[in-house]
C-alpha cells in the first residue's frame, strides 16, 4: 500500500481475514498454497504498518518483510 500505517494496517487485516476463509474452506491439500496466499500477503502488509510506525530502516519488522518480499514470494506465486 504505502500509504500510511493504518492503510496497511486495515488493508493486511481485511486481506489476511479472507486468507482464513480460504483456507478454511479448501478441501483438498493440494490446493492450500494457493487458498494461502492472501494470508501471507495480508501478513505482508500488517507488517509493513509496523515498518511505518518504527520510522522504517532496519529491524526485525524489516527483514520479515523483505523475507516475504524477495525470496518467498517469487517463489510461492509462480
Do not use: K, N, Y
Not at 11 to 17: F, K, P, Q, R
Not at 31 to 53: K, M, T
Amino acid at each position: 500500500m504505502c500509504w500510511s500505517a493504518t492503510a496497511d494496517l486495515v488493508a493486511g487485516s481485511g486481506v489476511a481475514a479472507i486468507g482464513v476463509v480460504c483456507v478454511a474452506r479448501t478441501r483438498r491439500s493440494r490446493d492450500l498454497p494457493l487458498a494461502a496466499l492472501p494470508l501471507l500477503l495480508g501478513a505482508h502488509q500488517i507488517i509493513e504498518s509496523f515498518i511505518w510506525r518504527t520510522g522504517g530502516g532496519t529491524g526485525p519488522a524489516t527483514v520479515a518483510w523483505a523475507v516475504i518480499a524477495l525470496p518467498l514470494l517469487a517463489l510461492w506465486v509462480p
